[in-house]
């Protein structure tokens, strides 16, 4: 059996990963929004699996009873991920096959799972992840700016290193991808301004796949005025043009 070190780190001799048969952890992305978006691939593996970990089971709870999965739902999210992954991983290399998902999107993107998929990593497991829905791609796509080369930034720091962030940014080329909540996108598209510019073009997208999806497309100051008026609601991806653009 593997050696356990420091830190819940494993040590596994390329003869011990032979001739222990160990399990296989799938990252398998959910919808964003349209259940349709679910893959046959990644029912099948939840299906098939030995364990579910979901970021919450409420929400995934409805997700799993409306494909007719019975797998055992466990809890992994972001508080409690440190203390739980090493028993996973020992689950792992008992040869059990373990599937991790996020309330939407691909887990590890903005959600929980890097932790998990770097111990695994560690330890010589086998770490497959699904190709599959996330937010930012669609919403990069539909954007009309460049998006052959960006920068995916997610969540900037809500406080502390903010504004340094920003200023990092401001010279960026590549077309730029965060997301937002609803409740801070004219705040945050305002703090865009002054930093990138009011003319600098950009795109907010809302409720990805959803009935009331959205794009709106402008200059950064007429986002601001847009929302201004017209409070967002939903999931939000904005979409920066880069310095050059």
């Known amino acids: 059996m593997c050696a356990l070190l420091k830190n819940n780190n494993y040590l596994c001799t390329v003869m011990e990963r032979e001739e222990m048969y160990m399990g296989i952890l799938y990252v398998i992305p959910t919808p964003v929004g349209n259940l349709e978006d679910m893959t046959l691939r990644a029912i099948r593996l939840l299906r098939e699996a030995d364990l579910v970990l979901a970021e919450d089971t409420r929400t995934s709870g409805i997700l799993l009873k409306h494909f007719d999965i019975k797998t055992r739902l466990m809890s992994h999210h972001k508080f409690n991920e440190h203390g739980t992954s090493a028993a996973i991983v020992e689950r792992l290399l008992a040869g059990q096959t373990v599937a991790l998902i996020s309330d939407a999107g691909t887990p590890g993107i903005s959600d929980p799972g890097f932790f998990l998929v770097r111990e695994a990593v560690r330890a010589g497991i086998e770490v497959q992840t699904l190709p599959g829905a ?112």
């Open 134 to 245: 996330t937010a930012f791609v669609p919403a990069l796509v539909s954007s009309g700016l460049p998006c052959d080369r960006f920068v995916f930034e997610g969540f900037l720091p809500q406080k502390k290193g903010r504004q340094t962030r920003l200023e990092a940014l401001r010279d960026e080329q590549r077309t730029m991808v965060f997301y937002e909540s609803p409740f801070r996108l004219v705040k945050t598209l305002q703090q865009f301004t002054e930093v990138f510019g009011p003319e600098r073009p950009a795109c907010v997208c809302r409720e990805i796949s959803k009935v009331h999806e959205e794009a709106v497309r402008g200059t950064l100051q007429e986002l601001v005025e847009h929302f201004t008026a017209k409070p967002p609601k939903g999931e939000i991806v904005i979409v920066v043009g880069g310095d050059s653009q």
